[in-house]
């Protein structure tokens, strides 16, 4: 068996949270200087131009990307052959309030959703756990922000709309969202499972690397359908207008009840924090 | 070339401002989003004082991460502003004349800002290192148990946005 110690795991979380807090992914960046070059929208190259801009400054002079720097979402693969003799959850938490206590970063969760008192150091995080062969712990983090978690949407359609009705759904979504998700945005959808499932692989559609495709034929053809749609509804850039509404579009699916359809859509902002790191379980002594 | 504005904006500028136009501000605005938003106007309901007096002033929706000892302030870059279009009325009323966030406005909001000829300012969102840079002084004036939602005065300038409803309720959106 194999194990991984506490302290590398907060460690881990937090240098995570504060790098991607700083920095986009250099494929998303190229992609966005991609998208600027071909804007015909004049306002909405010049607002990709200081999108641009924007994550230099952060990165050179190590200020936030964003003032709000999410909700903690991390998302665990487990190996099957580690073993932790520690609260796996707490050491993530611990993780998480040392880097928006370390990297100055803006705390944005509060204890009930009534009452509403600041946690003062943003835990909880939402963990979604995943088991895995091998011996490797896969963490993807990422600070997701409030604007674009608000314009997302959930809808149990029937298997007789079929493919259009998703299409339908997820194209009022954008719309609906127009300015307020802040595009260029990445559009995940999750089709199938039921309820919770959809929603999930939505949002695990958002953590998927910006230039890959789906597993499947079905969903790719689906996530070029749908890119093109999107780029056609002249949101633009902070829906000012323009071609540039969507970066990508993610589309996980997943077998579901004969008499259901259900479909998710989670938006992502331009502003695409997130992180990977895969750590390597230390072999215990004297086991097997 | 954009439209320099010296806060507070007199009467003449800010009804002279079209939808569209670049605009650059400096002077001293006021920051207040969602919770900060809600006092205010229980405030005025129980006619209680205000934190600072509206009237003829700006307020930027904004709740910055925490300044580093070196800085002045953290990524600030604005909120989504529909979230305060059941409050802005309110405050509209008491002499409130500038507002600066993103994203579009209710009907409701846009007819009492004509009323008032009051204009509404777009941020582009997710600027949040860009804007920290035209931010010259930052005070939490009230609410400090808000943190980030604490209403601050902060001086600006150069503080880039788009006109996006005009006093006339034109709009970009």
Known sequence: MY??????????????????AYHLGEDFVNKLKSSQEKES???????????????????????????????????LEIGRELIFDYDLEEAINAGVRRGYMDGYLRKSMVKHPINRINTLDNSPAVIHYEFVAGHQLTIHAAPKGGGSEN????????????????????????KLAGGKACPPLIVG???????????????KAIFRKINDQAENEVDQLLEEKLLKEINHLNVGPMGLGGETTALAVKVNSYPCHIASLPVAVNLQCHSARKSEVILDGKKIENSN | MEKKLKTPIDDHTRESLIAGEEVLISGYIYTGRDAAHKLMVESIIKGEKLPFNVDQQVIYYVGPTPAKPNQVIGACGPTSSYRMDAFSPTLMK???????????????????????????????????????????????IAYPHLQSEAVRQLYVEDFPAIVAIDSKGNSVF
């Open chain 1, 41 to 75: 929208n004049q306002l909405g190259k010049s607002i990709l131009s200081k999108i641009i801009e924007n994550q230099e400054i952060a990165k050179n002079n190590n200020i936030p990307l964003c003032q709000d720097t999410g909700v903690a979402v991390v998302m």
């Open chain 1, 151 to 174: 314009m997302s949407r959930l809808k149990m359609l029937t298997p007789g709309e079929g493919e259009q009705g998703i299409i339908d759904f997820v194209i009022e979504t954008v």
């Open chain 1, 189 to 203: 959808v999750g089709i199938g499972g039921n309820f919770e499932k959809a929603a999930l692989i939505a949002k």
């Open chain 1, 3 to 20: 194990t991984i110690e506490r302290k590398t795991i907060v460690e881990t979380i937090k240098d995570m949270f504060i790098d991607s």
């Open chain 2, 94 to 140: 008491k002499g409130l004349k500038v507002m600066i966030g993103k994203g579009p406005r209710s009907k409701e909001f846009i007819e009492q800002l004509k009323k008032q000829k009051a204009v509404y300012l777009l941020a582009i969102g997710g600027l949040g290192a860009k804007l920290s840079q035209t931010v010259k002084e930052n005070k939490v």
